[in-house]
């Protein structure tokens, strides 16, 4: 136990996050070198040297190898990994282009149904040749030759150039997306081909599949049966081709082979681009998947990849996290998704995305940029501490659970066609709403892939063995069909005295063929139909409990668990998924010992009271928001029967004393920024060599679009406007990327660029146009240069002369004013102008009012709040370390711990500071933190400082719907959703109160 908690507390840089790190720009050993230290220092354990749009070093040129030794040395000596990623951008397969120009039998091929004569006609097309693949197609990964040639080119030569450090230094290797459907012609209702697949077809299934196509696509003849056994092979041959080649060579080669396939989220998804998502996963070392904006969907997606890693005995699952989230995407946010991933089996993490550079496109990849650039990146490492933790006590020991789901994707290939995906959504819907009402009445389980139930499968008196796991009762989803395997399976451990639930429609079909057997079991099993209030009583009939976690006599549904157990440690991790309710809970779980509460933000333990009764440990937990939960119960040490309020010391609920908090802090406070203010200038007009006027005003981004369109290389000048009312000359630094293209005027007034260093990121230039600014009215900045595409031709390949026209920035000690109107969770804002900064260093602000409409709309950076108070001299006796509850309102009671709580966060991160002495950081809920050791009799003076994040500066800025939950490059560019306007998130203080706890008595 000692052991465990010594590592739990500082766990190894192999638990730690390893993000993508989106190699994007011409790269450099010193910079490289730079970010890793950021990278460290913000927590990190790793990282995936991740090839991204933007690249400027060739992709896997002399250059782009001298880059990853060196960094891999680096690494070695800063002890981070250094993880490879196997190609350039996404899917994997294509090798940046290379594979695909060997011949169009290594091309991605699919069958395409067509109309001649009014005769239905089959023909093979080849697919599409796209900027993805840089004027290339995607690959045949149906064809082992055509990968074989993936392995050679870019697995091999990395082995020559780093091998040495395989399973040192370098862990693993990432595979990103690989699938068998990617972008086969304009004809999306095409399936899968590869050339020799009639003929695998007929050694397999003694019939010509070329005799029977129609049946793929129509409902006729014994279609079930073709469907099932064409989507089979696929799923067999991208199996054979793909996974289980790279997957040897990693092994003989002592690499983790990783990543996650496209689209293993639903069953459609899956069945069309790999055949079947969880036979994959047995031959990954380290099986992973991703999770993409913001959101807790697809629990299936995860499901499938732990289930396979716990009956496997794979330590470790990731997940690629947190991309198309938006740069507002805040640290209860990290928390809630993280925890639902460690919940569901995750273990690694793969944050989505830090980048090298935010020139140009790079800046609008799939946001968020986890990454040194944004300004609360200083106190990213407790987050990080927090996930390494859990992903350490979440790798440790077994998984526990009693309940096997079977998988019913095979019946999904009996249902597709390619016209009418209804059935197949239904048949997703069913198996989707049993998976979460499952988690929602606390009856953990694990998803049954048939294909692995028939390697792996097996009966040992009541008990149903999937490699190393034991489930004492099956649960059948509505089905079509199964396999024989499995029914002969489930036959023995009914036979046995095991239990099996079957959800009606039952399956009629035994591998797509009418069969007896089907009939004899659906007899001997418990069949319901499909809600949850069924399911619960089926459940508590046929098994004991594992534990109960209820509110009001009711399970909370919305608070997910995990069980493992570690030699006579029971480990449950409880995670509430609610982001708006908060939960008092009796929890309820089996045996008996010392129960503990371990903190993964902190690192500390201590024991929580608990009662006993009927074999069970009894005790109450509060769960605040995003609330959740790290419980140890040592079986192996016994522990006094203590009857217990809720535990306030890790949950926090709050009942302040009557009304006393609320005199003690006032609403007014001395506030003090700590960078320079911004604005961001996107809009432009724009003139081409010889015209005589300027363009109307245009996003600059069209100008870009309009001049890659025409490919030409020509000289372009623009002009941005911005409108001024300052009393006294300010100092006001114009911000540009790759700025020494440009023949730069300011009121006509020529700027010789001179570098004064860089603002936010490397190629964010500063220069000083501070003696060129007009105190009053309409001020112009011209950028004039050579236009010169960005990309080769029909590529993503960058070049180095290549030129972005972006947005500008202008930065100094000003304010911006505008129009403001709070629209929903945002502020729509329009006609700016910049003001001096006249009282802006030290101002009055009111609870009414947030900052963006204070003068700071598009500020990225932290602010300085303070106040002085007196405290009464009760407030601060001395305070016991344990047994804290709330108080009750009206009570009257001496001693206690006060905290500092906010009652509207709008910031990502909050520095509270008693006194000079730094009491802690706020970052999610219940939003507040300890004072009691840092207050004084007397005066006190309390500072907040509050960090955002680059959303406001950034955007999107012109969408309709105003924050988006998902956030991709077209979201800045979406010209159906396009407004004016700007839109801001809302960024200040809000009320921040004291109250105070009480002592058990």
């Known amino acids: ?251 003989k080669h002592k690499i983790a082979y990783t990543g996650h396939y496209n689209a293993e989220d639903t069953l459609l998804s899956q069945m069309t681009n790999l055949g079947a998502a969880m036979p994959h996963y047995e031959y990954m070392h380290i099986p992973g998947v991703d999770h993409l904006g913001r959101n807790i969907d697809n629990l299936i997606t995860l499901k499938q990849c732990s289930s396979v890693a716990h009956q496997l005995s794979k330590e470790r699952v990731l997940s690629e996290l947190y991309g198309c989230s938006g740069q507002n995407f805040s640290l209860e946010g990290r928390k809630w998704i993280g925890d639902w991933h460690i919940v569901l089996g995750v273990n690694l993490f793969c944050p989505h995305l830090w980048l090298y550079s935010m020139k140009g496109c790079r800046k609008r990849d799939y946001p968020p940029t986890l990454s040194f650039q944004q300004p609360y990146w200083k106190y990213n490492k407790p987050i990080e501490d927090y996930f390494a933790r859990l992903s350490y006590i979440m790798s440790q020991g077994e998984f526990i659970a009693d309940i096997l789901v079977l998988h019913p994707v095979e019946s999904a290939w009996c249902l597709y066609k390619p016209s009418d995906t209804k059935e197949v959504d239904k048949l997703n819907n069913s198996f989707v709403a049993l998976t979460k009402d499952l988690g929602e009445i606390h009856g953990d389980y694990d998803l049954g892939d048939e294909s692995l139930l028939e390697k792996y499968g097996k009966v040992e008196k009541d008990i149903f063995k999937v490699g190393k796991m034991k489930y004492r009762l099956v649960i059948i989803p509505p089905a079509v069909t199964l396999r024989r395997s499995t029914i002969n399976l489930l036959s023995k451990f009914l036979a046995n005295g095991g239990e099996v639930i079957a959800i009606r429609p039952l399956a009629s079909l035994m591998e797509a063929e009418e069969n007896k057997k089907l009939k004899e079991l659906w007899k001997k099993v418990k069949v319901i139909s499909q809600s949850k209030e069924e399911l619960k009583k089926a459940l508590d009939e046929l098994l004991e409990r594992e534990i109960s976690i209820k509110e009001a006599g009711k399970e909370v549904s919305s608070i997910y668990y995990q069980h493992r157990r570690v030699e006579k440690k029971e480990i449950y991790f409880l995670a509430n998924t609610d982001q708006k309710r908060k939960y008092n809970s009796v929890i309820k779980i089996k045996g008996k010992g010392r129960l503990e509460e371990w903190d993964p933000l902190t690192g500390e333990t201590e024991e929580i009271p608990a009662s006993y009764k009927n074999g069970k440990t009894i005790f109450n937990l509060f769960f605040p928001e995003t609330g959740s939960h790290l419980l140890v119960l040592d079986k192996s040490k016994l522990a006094q029967d203590k009857s217990c309020g809720y535990r306030v010391a890790a949950a926090f609920r709050l009942r302040e004393k009557g009304t006393e908090s609320k005199s003690i802090l006032s609403d007014n406070w001395e506030f003090k920024r700590l960078n320079s203010n911004a604005v961001t200038l996107d809009y432009t007009c724009y003139k081409k060599k010889g015209a005589r006027n300027w363009s109307k005003k245009i996003p600059v981004r069209e100008v870009q679009q309009s001049l890659e369109k025409e490919g030409k290389v020509q000289n372009i000048s623009l002009r941005f406007g911005f409108q001024a009312d300052f009393s006294f000359s300010e100092k006001i630094y114009l911000i540009l990327e790759n700025p020494s293209i440009f023949r730069i005027k300011v009121n006509d007034k020529k700027i010789k660029y001179q570098d004064k260093g860089f603002w936010i990121d490397p190629s964010f230039r500063k220069i000083d146009i501070s003696k060129a600014i007009k105190k009053k009215g309409k001020n112009f900045i011209e950028l004039s240069c050579l236009f010169k595409s960005p990309a080769k031709p029909r590529t993503l390949i960058y070049k180095k002369d290549g030129v972005e026209l972006e947005s500008i920035y202008l930065i100094g000690d000003f304010k911006v004013e505008g129009r403001f109107k709070k629209e929903r969770d945002i502020i729509r804002g329009k006609d700016f102008i910049l003001k001096d900064r006249k009282g802006v260093r030290s101002q009055q602000s009111t609870k009414s009012k947030g900052l963006v409409t204070q003068g700071y709309p598009f500020y990225a950076g932290s602010f300085l709040f303070s106040q002085k108070f007196k405290l009464h001299p009760h407030l601060v006796s001395s305070f016991p370390s344990t047994g804290w509850e709330p108080f009750l309102e009206g009570e009257d009671r001496k001693g206690g711990k006060i905290f500092l709580k906010f009652e509207n966060f709008n910031t990502i991160i909050a520095k509270v500071t008693v006194n000079k002495k730094e009491a802690g950081l706020v970052f999610w809920p219940p939003y507040q933190v300890e004072v009691t050791n840092f207050l004084k009799k007397g005066e006190n003076l309390l500072e907040i400082e509050l960090t955002n994040s680059l959303r406001n500066l950034l955007g999107p800025h012109h969408h309709r719907a105003g924050e988006l939950l998902s956030v991709g490059p077209g979201s800045f560019t979406d010209r159906e959703n396009w407004t004016d306007n700007y839109s801001f998130i809302p960024f200040g203080q809000g009320k921040v109160r004291l109250v105070k706890y009480g002592k058990i008595r």
Request: proline share 4%.
């Open 1 to 251: 136990m000692k052991m465990l908690k010594e590592e739990f507390k500082n766990p190894g840089k192999e638990f730690r996050a390893a993000p993508f790190w989106s190699w994007n720009d011409d790269l450099k050993d010193r910079e490289l070198q730079h970010q890793i230290d950021e990278m460290k220092k913000g927590g990190l354990g790793g990282f995936f040297m991740h090839s991204r749009v933007g690249l400027i070093t060739p992709y896997f040129s002399k250059q782009w190898m001298e880059r990853i030794k060196n960094t891999v040395a680096y690494s070695k000596k800063e002890e981070m990994l250094a993880y490879l990623y196997d190609e350039d951008r996404w899917p994997s397969g294509f090798a940046g282009g290379k594979i695909p120009k060997k011949g169009k039998d290594y091309r991605n091929q699919g069958l395409e149904l067509t109309k001649k004569n009014k005769k239905w006609a089959f023909r093979k097309v080849i697919g599409e040749r796209l900027l993805q693949f840089n004027n290339e197609t995607y690959v045949d990964t149906l064809n082992p030759r055509v990968i074989k040639s993936f392995i050679d080119s870019t697995y091999e030569k990395y082995f020559k150039e780093v091998g040495k450090e395989f399973d040192k230094t370098i862990p693993g290797i990432f595979t990103d997306e690989p699938n068998c459907n990617t972008w086969r012609g304009v004809n999306k209702k095409n399936i899968p081909w590869t050339d020799n697949l009639p003929e695998k077809f007929k050694e397999r299934y003694g019939y010509e599949i070329t005799n029977h196509l129609l049946s793929l696509f129509f409902n006729l003849g014994n279609y079930k049966k073709i469907r099932y056994h064409y989507w089979r092979l696929v799923a067999e041959l991208f199996l054979e081709a793909y996974t289980k080649q790279i997957y040897h060579w990693c092994d």
